[in-house]
C-alpha cells in the first residue's frame, strides 16, 4: 500500500532562514510526487509537482528514489509562505492522491 | 464562478440523519474526485468521476456513502444514517481531464460536517 509520512506537524522559522519541510513515501512502483499548500482562509492548491522540475514561489522539491523521500525546500523563508503543506503521491494511471497529514509552517518575523 | 464550489459550507447533523452534499465543479471539466478530512489529517480519497461514470468508488468507508453525478457535472455525496465518525471536511476536486498525473486538481472550499 502508498504511504506518505510527513514527520513534523508544525514548524517555525525565522524569516530569511532556510526552510526544509520533510516528506518520505513508501509505495513500490514509480511514483508522482507533488505538494499542495492551503493558506489560511483559502483552498488547498497544487504548489509544486516533481515532474515538472519547476521552482514556483521559491520553492524546490527533489524526489529522492534512494531515501524515498521527496522534501521541499526555500533558502530562505518569507512571511507569506506561512501555510498548511501537504506531500502528496499518485500513480501513473491512477487518479488516487494519497496525502501525508501535513506541517503547518509559520514564519517568525 | 471561476472555482469548485461546494455546498453547504457547514452542516451540523443528528446522528442518524441524512446529509447531501453538493459540488459545482470548472465548466468543462471532465473529472471530478471526493476527499474526506478529517480533523488533522491529510485530505483521503473516497470517489473518482470520469463524466457521470463512477470509476473508483474504493474509498467510500461504507455502503450508507454514496455518491452521483448523473449529467457529468454537479456530483452530490450522500452520507445516510449519520455517524459521529462521519465528522470531516468533505472537499470535492475536478480536474479538465483525467488524474493527479495528468492535469492539475483545483480543490474547492470544502463542506464541514459535523454530527451531533
Known amino acids: 500500500a502508498q504511504r506518505v509520512t510527513q514527520p513534523e506537524k508544525l514548524l517555525s522559522v525565522f524569516k530569511g532562514a532556510p526552510v526544509e519541510l520533510k516528506c518520505n513515501y513508501s509505495?513500490?512502483?514509480?511514483?508522482?510526487l507533488f505538494w499542495y499548500v492551503q493558506y489560511s482562509r483559502q483552498r488547498l492548491q497544487l504548489l509544486l509537482r516533481h515532474i515538472s522540475r519547476e521552482s514556483i514561489k521559491g520553492f524546490t522539491a527533489d524526489l529522492n528514489k534512494g531515501e524515498t523521500s521527496f522534501h521541499l525546500k526555500k533558502p530562505f523563508a518569507q512571511e507569506e509562505d506561512s501555510a498548511m503543506y501537504y506531500c502528496a503521491l499518485s500513480n501513473f494511471g491512477n487518479e488516487k492522491l494519497t496525502f501525508g497529514t501535513g506541517t503547518r509552517l509559520t514564519i517568525i518575523p | 464562478g471561476a472555482g469548485v464550489s461546494q455546498s453547504p459550507r457547514y452542516k451540523v447533523a443528528k446522528r442518524g440523519q441524512d446529509v447531501a452534499l453538493r459540488c459545482d465543479p470548472i465548466s468543462g471539466h471532465v473529472s471530478l474526485f471526493w476527499y474526506q478530512q478529517a480533523l488533522g489529517q491529510g485530505p483521503e480519497f473516497l470517489t473518482y468521476?470520469?463524466?457521470?461514470?463512477?470509476?473508483?468508488k474504493s474509498g467510500l468507508p461504507s455502503d450508507r456513502f454514496f455518491a452521483e453525478r448523473p449529467e457529468g457535472s454537479v456530483s452530490t455525496l450522500k452520507i445516510q444514517r449519520t455517524q459521529q465518525e462521519d465528522s470531516a471536511v468533505y472537499l470535492c476536486?475536478?480536474?479538465?481531464?483525467?488524474?493527479?498525473?495528468?492535469?492539475?486538481?483545483?480543490f474547492g472550499e470544502g463542506s464541514r460536517l459535523t454530527v451531533l
Open positions: 476536486a475536478s480536474s479538465l481531464a483525467g488524474g493527479p498525473d495528468t492535469g492539475e486538481l483545483f
Open positions: 468521476f470520469q463524466n457521470e461514470a463512477q470509476l473508483d
Open positions: 509505495y513500490s512502483g514509480s511514483p508522482e
